[in-house]
């Protein structure tokens, strides 16, 4: 973080935080709504109350182009509340709704960076109020304002002023409430009065102006200070009952059937979640994968080797137990659900599709799905270019698909789904499909491929949209034609240690599939020694191990050797030779055989000891190494229980075993 | 308040200013600055890791931090002398990058004032690009030490490399 603002103010901390959640929640609410075309009772309630809990922490914070853009948002809202019935504009009402929000958007953005939130929010404000004034004036709502009145200090009879200012005024508004309460009865209260000022609730159509000037009018008066109600929150107390009952109670017993349940609701909201900052949670994770070795090194001690004891034994496994449990509970904290990233992008596809004429139709499935929080602040941009793309080349335009006999509207679907240690996402388009000639002769024209290069597969002229600078669109749109959007999302997946799968059918869409990593933290790992090194297979990818036998053995013409398992060849790895370390056995009836599975394909690594089965916190290569040369092989390493390292092996890697040699496009990168 | 760390940072980088920490690799003195070194330790069980070029010898275990280490040695294409009891490794932390690097023994932290400091000849040697100045202190001579060049150099290397293949 660069702004001094952002990292030093724990409450403009607390304020990012909560308004960003408050503008991802209403942007659901708008899309769900704008869906349906329609408005229901309870999600004007919703939106009353985040525009409204958004312009007053704006205010607070002193954003005044937040808080007047929220203001006018939580009017417009209220208008529409108090007149449910009355018929809109919806394309007109969600264009102003939308703008607003990315007004306030933006705005809160630029506060993130350590900016100045210094836009002008009069735009949007004028363009409410236009909206508003299309509404007839006589169905205008009654506001609620707080009036403080102070008289002249010599006036004298405070109390009896003040009675005949609330007299007077109800010729013109309705006042709800005042204090102090006995001014007609108590003389003690002109005293009061004197030192307080004299505070009532009124309710009226009429504009601040108009009102100030009926209050004006009454002999004596000093100063007069009016500020509008909107809920009891920031009513003063005693006033509250009958406040509430006359506008919030009104207001929330329109939402039928949920009157009560408002507050009930909101409640344990509050009480039971708190906001963790992320870089606690990196630590804790962190210690508990510190804890995590030190419970095996101090279990697996050499010195305990020896000792025959049922206690020591009981204890130990109680303590590895319940080390594991607190490192599920520390894993499950991290994980957060993609339903926002979702949202992100349905957001992304429904303003593409408006922009470019096309109608989109987008579905969701499993965006309950969860994810390391690390995970998903890495795919978010991914994924934007990826529908992004979709949307643009893939569709083609309304005319296109009707002339090819498909729905006016094209589909994109975006879907999460578990797969085992990993998480699918998948943006699907029913579009047109990649077109492999055009690719072809875009990269031959841009230099990435050669003339004589060999036959390339589908999937390698797939992959070709991933290099950087590669686009084929003749015309740069706002959207997408620079050729970098792909690279970058390439990149960034990759960096996660996950991968992009391309597939396509002309004619009839292209799915694109993140094949990303649950979490990067632990994982259960096989410990296995090569030579004189120690490496971790991640058990998930482990199907059996066993000893082979020599009369099993076979070798194709090139010399590559195979085994026989139950009827089924299956190619074997040695390590050693794929890693250009050397020093392992040489015969394959010493080692011990682990078949690995990846994506339906299996290998068996050849290797010298299983050395045991063990939890291990996964690391990353220290960056240094990872710029000097990124190896496939390797996703990280980890400290065994004696502090030394083991390198984790990346089963993908080592079953795709000629990737390098396959995708000439891609290894370029490198 | 806000004042304070930066006057502390001030009189740090002061204190570390024109100090060097001496190193030898044969019969070579080097120097480093004393604000890159975050520690010395001695020779610990080094985990090889492939695919790297040689003077990389691999990674160790700093405190359950995993950071690379440098031969020093292999780095300037002297040849290699097996590891004793008085190799050392300088853990140095070179813009967020830390990395050990195994030299043959650590001598002593000394101040060299820049005007005890000149250029390097212009020789064309490997290591010369290493060597940001030549530090006179008395009678003898430290090659002082590039650090970000000693890091960052065989990128453009590596990249030539893969140009080769």
């Known amino acids: 973080m660069s702004g001094s603002m952002s990292t030093d103010d724990p409450l403009l901390e607390m304020y990012l935080f909560e308004s960003t959640q408050l503008i991802e929640q209403l942007e659901a609410t708008f899309l769900r709504c704008e869906s349906a075309n329609s408005f229901n009772t309870e999600a004007i309630g919703e939106i009353f109350r985040h525009m409204h809990t958004i312009k007053g922490s704006a205010a607070m914070m002193s954003i005044m182009s937040i808080s007047e853009a929220a203001h006018i948002i939580e009017d417009l809202f209220y208008r529409i509340r108090e007149n449910s019935s009355a018929p809109h504009d919806f394309d007109t009402l969600f264009e102003l709704i939308w703008d607003g929000l990315d007004f306030i958007k933006v705005e809160t953005h630029k506060i993130r960076n350590g900016n100045q939130a210094d836009g002008d929010p009069s735009g949007i404000v004028a363009a409410v109020t236009r909206y508003l004034e299309t509404f007839s004036a006589d169905t205008a709502p009654e506001y609620s304002y707080e009036a403080t009145v102070t008289f002249t200090p010599d006036c004298l009879m405070e109390n009896v002023r003040a009675y005949a200012l609330v007299h007077q005024l109800r010729e013109y508004m309705t006042i709800i409430s005042f204090i102090p309460e006995d001014i007609a009865e108590n003389e003690q209260s002109a005293e009061a009065i004197r030192k307080n000022g004299f505070v009532f609730i009124l309710q009226s159509r009429e504009a601040e102006e108009q009102i100030m000037a009926h209050i004006e009018q009454t002999a004596y008066i000093q100063e007069v200070r009016l500020s509008p109600v909107y809920d009891t929150a920031t009513a003063f107390e005693s006033a509250s009952t009958s406040e509430w009952d006359r506008t919030a109670g009104s207001q929330r017993d329109k939402n039928s059937d949920s009157p009560k349940q408002m507050p009930v609701m909101r409640e344990p909201l509050v009480s039971s979640m708190i906001s963790v900052n992320v870089d606690k949670l990196d630590k804790l994770m962190d210690l508990v994968g510190e804890m995590v070795i030190a419970e095996a090194m101090v279990t697996q001690h050499e010195s305990l080797r020896n000792i025959v004891s049922e206690h020591f034994l009981k204890s130990a496994a109680h303590l590895r137990k319940i080390t594991g449990e607190l490192q599920d509970v520390v894993m499950s904290i991290r994980m957060v659900p993609l339903t926002t990233t979702f949202q992100k992008m349905h957001r992304v596809i429904r303003d593409m599709g408006k922009n470019l004429g096309k109608e989109v139709q987008i579905q969701i499935n499993g965006e309950e799905t969860e994810v390391d929080k690390n995970i998903i602040e890495q795919i978010s941009d991914p994924l934007m270019h990826l529908v992004r793309n979709a949307v643009d080349h893939g569709l083609e335009s309304s005319q296109e698909r009707a002339s090819s006999g498909k729905p006016l509207a094209g589909t994109i679907t975006l879907e999460a789904k578990n797969a085992g240690s990993d998480v699918l996402i998948i943006v699907k388009d029913d579009g047109k499909g990649l077109d492999k000639a055009k690719i072809m002769r875009r990269a031959l024209e841009q230099g990435m491929i050669q003339e004589d290069s060999p036959e390339l597969s589908d999937k390698e002229i797939y992959n070709l949209i991933f290099l950087p600078g590669f686009s084929t669109k003749e015309d740069v749109t706002q959207y997408s034609g620079r050729g970098v959007g792909m690279d970058v999302a390439f990149r960034n997946i990759e960096q996660i240690g996950g991968a992009i799968l391309v597939e396509s059918l002309p004619g009839s869409g292209t799915t694109i599939s993140l094949k990303i990593p649950l979490t990067l933290a632990i994982i259960d790992g096989m410990n296995i020694k090569v030579g004189g090194s120690h490496y971790t297979l991640p058990t998930t990818s482990i199907q059996e191990s066993f000893k082979p036998k020599a009369q099993d053995l076979l070798y194709d013409p090139d010399g590559n050797e195979m085994i026989m398992v139950r009827g089924e060849c299956f190619p074997i790895l040695r390590l050693d030779e794929r890693l250009n370390t050397g020093g392992s056995t040489c015969n394959i009836s010493q080692g011990v055989l682990v078949m690995i599975q990846q994506d339906e394909r299996k290998v068996c690594v050849l290797v010298d000891e299983l050395l045991g089965q063990q939890q291990v916190v996964v690391k990353t290569l220290p960056p240094y190494i990872k710029k000097i040369k990124p190896i496939k092989e390797l996703a990280g390493c980890t400290l065994l229980g004696d502090g030394s390292i083991s390198l984790i092996l990346d089963p993908a890697a080592l079953v795709s075993g000629a990737v390098r040699a396959r995708t000439p496009a891609l290894s370029s990168l490198h | ?165």
């Open chain 2, 1 to 165: 308040m806000k004042q304070s760390p930066l006057q502390d940072l001030e009189l740090e980088e002061d204190s570390l200013k024109n100090k060097y920490l001496t190193f030898a690799l044969g019969s070579e003195v080097y120097g480093i600055e004393i604000r890159y070194v975050t520690e010395i330790i001695g020779v610990q069980s080094i985990t090889p890791v492939p695919e790297l070029p040689e003077y990389i010898k691999g990674i160790i275990n700093l405190r359950g931090k995993i950071i690379p280490v440098m031969d020093v040695r292999l780095r300037f294409r002297k040849p290699f002398r097996e590891y004793n009891d008085r190799t050392c490794i300088i853990v140095v932390d070179i813009k967020e990058i830390s990395i050990g690097l195994i030299v043959d023994a650590v001598a002593e932290v000394m101040t060299i004032e820049e005007s005890n400091i000149v250029s390097p000849p212009d020789l064309n040697q490997l290591s010369r690009r290493y060597i940001q100045g030549i530090g006179k202190s008395g009678d003898e001579v430290k090659l002082l030490l590039n650090c970000d060049e000693l890091l960052n150099h065989q990128e453009t290397e590596n990249l030539s490399a893969i140009g080769q293949v």
